[in-house]
């Protein structure tokens, strides 16, 4: 927390707007949009309930298929099975580790020539970097589909000078205890469109009709934020610059300390953006370093470190077994070969290097 949040809370508390809905909402929703240059967005209980709400807005049909990145988190693809349609896994490329535009092009060729078209694309901007948008929603236009950016994990990073959720058709962020800001749990949908976002909130609040009873013609959810949390997103968003600099400061004593060892390597910052740096993660080449991924974790977890693997490729998911997948191998040997490093903006100097160090004394004492 940065401070502001008790303060905030308590002005909710004074209030009495303990719901979800109060001026704190309305604040945050206002305050959000203004940072991104967006004139819409909608505070929700969560990333994947902003997800699931853009996704029902298309109206999809049970057999659908939906579009999604596989190196992500199992949020960017479950609410495309809420909606009773069939995510299709496209691998990265290894620019930016997101969503390859190329592989993009390929599946739609694919689609098109069978006469069957997915519905739409979810382009993840993963441990915090934006995906290649420009190429990506070239191509989806093309084929007349929405564009969806999964931003959960990368708020505050830029795309060629704009914000990451600003280039496309909608955008979600998240608020879990785990990303950049939090409100503890917390997600908001974004967009340029009104419709959208008007009913997206409906159906975030029962989808109740506008007349002065009870009656409801769709089915809704209970998904809106609550002002309480609201007013810690406000604290946060105050902070949310000087987190990203400080994540990027915890990435660059990684390069510069890890960064001249044998067969260790860093996700790769792409030409096209400014990542959040969200997750520091460094990748192991076995032969070069004489150590694996795996092996660095267990020795920083002897020391209770915690460090943990990136994103295990969603095509390999048990859960998603049979979903349709295009892609060569890039999202599986990250997952082979990748850790992410204790990566928060409140790490000290003694805290890095006490990683650091653990890293070291494993790295290229048995070179291959
Ligand atoms: C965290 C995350 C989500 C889900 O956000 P919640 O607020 O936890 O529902 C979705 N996609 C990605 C890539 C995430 O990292």
């Given amino acids: 927390m940065s401070g502001r949040e008790q303060q905030y809370i308590a002005e909710v508390f004074a209030s009495n707007w303990v719901a979800p809905v109060g001026p704190q909402l309305t604040r945050f929703e206002e305050q959000f949009a203004r940072y991104l240059g967006l004139p819409y967005a909608a505070a929700v209980a969560s990333g994947t ?8 807005c298309l109206d999809l049909s049970a ?15 479950n609410p495309i099975v809420y909606e009773g349609a069939r995510p299709v896994f496209l ?6 580790w997101n969503m390859d535009p190329q592989l993009l092009e390929e599946e739609l060729a694919a689609c098109a020539k069978r006469g069957q078209l997915p519905k739409a694309v979810v382009v993840v901007d993963i441990l915090g970097q934006s995906a290649d948008m420009d190429a990506i929603n070239q191509i989806a236009a093309r084929y007349e589909l929405p564009v969806m950016e ?4 990368a708020l505050g990073a830029t795309y060629r000078g704009r914000q990451v959720g600003t280039d496309c058709w909608a955008s979600i962020f998240s608020f879990n205890g785990n990303k950049i800001i939090t409100t503890s749990g917390g997600g908001m949908l974004c967009s340029t469109d009104e419709t959208l976002i008007r009913r997206a909130v409906s159906l975030a609040t029962q989808a109740r009709d506008p007349v002065p009873y009870y ?14 949390l609201a007013a810690v997103g406000l604290a946060q968003l105050e902070v949310l610059d000087q987190r990203v600099a400080a994540r990027r400061r915890v990435n660059q004593v990684y390069r510069q300390r890890l960064g001249g060892l044998p067969g260790i390597g860093f ?21 070069r370093s004489g150590t694996t991924s795996e092996q660095i974790r267990l020795a920083l977890e002897a020391e209770n470190i915690e460090a943990r ?13 049979g979903c ?13 070969t990748c850790l992410c490093l204790p990566s928060g903006s409140a790490l000290t100097d003694d805290d890095l290097e006490r990683v650091i160090q653990v890293v070291r004394a494993l790295v290229g004492r048995n070179p291959a």
């Fill in 309 to 321: 693997a990136v994103w295990k490729p969603l095509h390999r998911q048990p859960v998603f077994a």
């Fill in 49 to 56: 309930a902003a997800l699931h709400l853009a996704l029902r």
């Fill in 150 to 153: 999964d931003a959960a994990e």
């Fill in 324 to 336: 349709r997948y295009r892609g060569g191998g890039v999202a599986d040997e990250l997952f082979q």
């Fill in 215 to 228: 009656q409801h013609s769709t089915i809704g959810y209970n998904y809106r934020l609550s002002n309480v």
């Fill in 91 to 96: 691998d990265s490329e290894r620019t930016s």
């Fill in 267 to 287: 996700a790769p910052e792409a030409p096209f953006g400014r990542a959040n740096c969200w997750l520091s993660v460094i990748q192991v080449d076995p032969a």
């Fill in 63 to 77: 057999g659908d298929e939906v579009l999604c990145s596989t190196f992500t988190f199992c949020a960017s693809a």
